[in-house]
């Protein structure tokens, strides 16, 4: 990956001839474009002058928006990723002498670089593990418990993802119960929700049920993933929990000075589920992928399928022959390879990778 510009060296540094383009429609959600109701909002919004720093008309539409969604008088901040939105949450929660429960598969333990420790000038992460990469009430409980002297961390907030990085979806009472043990020991409760709308759009509920009715404290609320170009949601339903959280954003480099390019495709696609709409795409496609992938012998299916991600162990030999089909994909994600659907995923697309993996299998 670095330096940029190796893309092709790196190819071939593998072993194998690039006899096809390289092809990334499943290799993440983030490989996608623009949305083109995004896209025609960036457009608009480029059509006047406005007040910087999000100060801007649009920015307060975006955050009513937000507001309108989740039913409360919620605090909403715009940063450029959802690292940003993960480790300035959680910096904002804890104290340098605190620590955070999370599973052990979790993107701020896994994918973060250390961005919520460094954030949070040392806060440590305590991860824990949990089936289908759900973190498990009962482990939060016990990694509270194991100690309470002043030489451990102490244990100041729980965060866990939904959807998980294996694809799989909380349910509302999955996290009640979280948020239940998290209040009995004084955590706050972070969701990263990078997803976050294909867990709404799998499950049918109202964003508020899936979190502050259910206890969550803070999210963040991806747009990147769902079609934005560099947008994530920092949500506040605690209000005095996001006290001076400007001042934060800003210290990290997180203060857009042209806010309105972050926040203009918010209200556009909180219209009318739009947002949902969307999502919904990407979880069928990635429901498409799986009933083919049934239909395959010698496929292996990982976990359930619940949002846009199927997971499935092939034949290793396959894996040769689709990369040098062309198909890129994530082998280090879970226990085999990971298919990400996105709003662009063709149905065709999905068709053309079930032949490529039935004549490599
Ligand atoms: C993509 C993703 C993020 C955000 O990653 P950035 O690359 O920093 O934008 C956070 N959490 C999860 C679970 C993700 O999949």
Not at 45 to 71: P, V
Not at 335 to 355: H, I, N, Y
């Amino acid at each position: 990956m670095w330096p940029f510009g190796l893309v092709n060296l790196t190819d071939t540094q593998e072993g194998h001839a690039v006899s096809h383009t390289p092809n990334y429609t499943f290799a993440s959600d983030n490989t996608s474009g623009l949305h083109p109701e995004v896209m025609r909002a960036l457009v608009e919004a480029n059509e006047y002058r406005c007040a910087s720093y999000g100060e801007d008309k649009i920015t307060a539409q975006a955050a009513d928006a937000f507001r309108e969604l989740f039913e409360c008088n919620c605090d909403v901040y715009f940063v450029f990723t959802g690292t940003a939105a993960n480790s300035l949450a959680l910096a904002s929660l804890c104290q340098s002498y605190h620590s955070v429960i999370t599973h052990e598969l979790s993107h701020v333990e896994t994918d973060e670089c250390g961005a919520p420790e460094f954030f949070s000038n040392g806060t440590k992460l305590l991860t824990t593990p949990g089936l289908l990469g759900k973190i498990d009430p009962a482990a939060i409980e016990h990694a509270v418990n194991r100690r309470h002297d002043i030489h451990y961390p102490k244990p100041r907030a729980v965060t866990f993802s939904c959807p998980t990085e294996l694809g799989t979806v909380y349910r509302p009472d999955e996290i009640e119960a979280i948020s239940q043990v998290a209040r009995r020991h004084g955590l706050r409760v972070h969701m990263d929700g990078a997803r976050f709308a294909n867990a709404v759009a799998a499950l049918g509920v109202s964003a508020a049920d899936l979190t502050w009715r259910a206890g969550v404290d803070v999210l963040s609320f991806g747009g990147t993933k769902l079609g934005s170009m560099a947008s994530e949601a920092v949500v506040f339903f605690s209000r005095e929990l996001g006290e001076e959280f400007a001042y934060r954003c800003k210290q990290a480099g997180q203060l857009a000075s042209k806010m309105r390019f972050l926040t203009a495709p918010w209200p556009v696609l909180l219209r009318d589920g739009r947002w949902l709409q969307i999502a919904s795409h990407a979880n069928q496609m990635a429901r498409r992928l799986r009933a083919g992938l049934e239909m395959i012998s010698g496929v292996n299916l990982l976990y359930p399928t619940e949002a846009n991600a199927v997971f499935a162990r092939l034949p290793e030999r396959a894996h040769k022959v689709l990369r040098e089909a062309g198909w890129r994909y994530y082998l280090f994600i879970g226990d085999g390879a990971r298919f990400m659907c996105s709003w662009s995923t063709q149905p065709e697309e999905v068709d053309a990778l079930l032949k490529d993996i039935r004549s490599a299998i």
